[in-house]
């Protein structure tokens, strides 16, 4: 495990950036998994510049987002799929086509659970997968206690969780859906490298747990420490809580 500490959210940002946009130069049809989040504008704000300055070429990379909400569309501002499309695929040009989010208005959720599973082993799994955490632990919407092999499935938030993105809904979180779709911790454990980032004073407790604490499903992010080929990208503030700087 490779763990980088910036003097600042915005150089951990860009060094986030700069390893996807390296992945996509590298291999033009990278399977990228994408989260969103505030922590990620940042990241999506380097990312878009880099690929400008570089005429990075996005058309044959196929991508996965780690979750979205339960009840709403592509079309709801506070959707998953919105804040892809604002952040950063409406800046490059990726095919929509090969861009997924799960559907959390599917008809039947368990099939577009099983049938996200299988669109990433159709891609030919995730080549690097970027991750941010909740205050909760939770990687993806994996709330405690999320088994190492879970899948994607349907969840329910935690009621931390839906205070950390009240934000979205009007500082409600009682306006936060109360479930959603998400990947799996073996879903995410299956893509070939992780990137984790994490940014701020408030990250610093959870960052603390999941570096030094013991690894378990009480803190989904722990298991990232079992990964072969994972990158954790903090800034100084979140990595303040750490014994080991
Ligand atoms: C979002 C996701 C979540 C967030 C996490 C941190 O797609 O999977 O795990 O990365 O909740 O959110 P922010 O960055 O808003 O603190």
């Not at 990687?139 to 938030?157: K, V, Y």
């Not at 935690?158 to 934000?167: C, D, K, L, V």
């Amino acid at each position: 495990m490779k763990v980088l500490i910036f003097p600042n959210a915005t150089d951990a940002a860009h060094e986030a950036a700069k390893i996807i946009a390296k992945k996509v130069h590298e291999k033009p049809k990278s399977v990228l998994g994408l989260a969103t989040g505030r922590t990620m504008e940042g990241v999506y704000r380097s990312l878009i510049q880099i690929a400008k300055q570089n005429n990075l070429d996005f058309s044959q990379v196929t991508s996965f987002n780690l979750d979205e909400y339960v009840g709403l569309s592509a079309s709801d501002k506070q959707s998953y799929h919105y804040y892809m499309q604002d952040n950063l695929f409406r800046f490059v040009n990726i095919n929509m086509n090969n861009t997924h989010v799960p559907n959390g208005v599917a008809a039947d959720l368990e099939k577009e659970c099983a049938a996200y599973e299988e669109a990433i082993k159709q891609a030919g799994g995730i080549d690097i997968q970027l991750l941010g955490i909740g205050d909760t632990g939770h990687i993806g919407f994996n709330e405690p206690p999320s088994a190492f092999d879970s899948r994607t499935r349907c969840i329910t938030l935690a009621s931390e969780t839906r205070q950390q993105n009240a934000g979205m809904f009007e500082g409600n979180p009682q306006k936060v859906p109360s479930k959603a779709l998400t990947m799996g911790v073996g879903t995410i454990l299956e893509a070939k490298e992780l990137l984790l980032i994490a940014l701020g004073k408030d990250k610093a407790p959870i960052i603390a747990r999941t570096l030094e604490g013991e690894i378990g499903p009480e803190v989904s992010a722990t298991a990232v420490r079992l990964h072969k080929n994972v990158t954790i990208i903090l800034d100084q503030d979140s990595a303040s809580s750490l014994k080991q700087q």
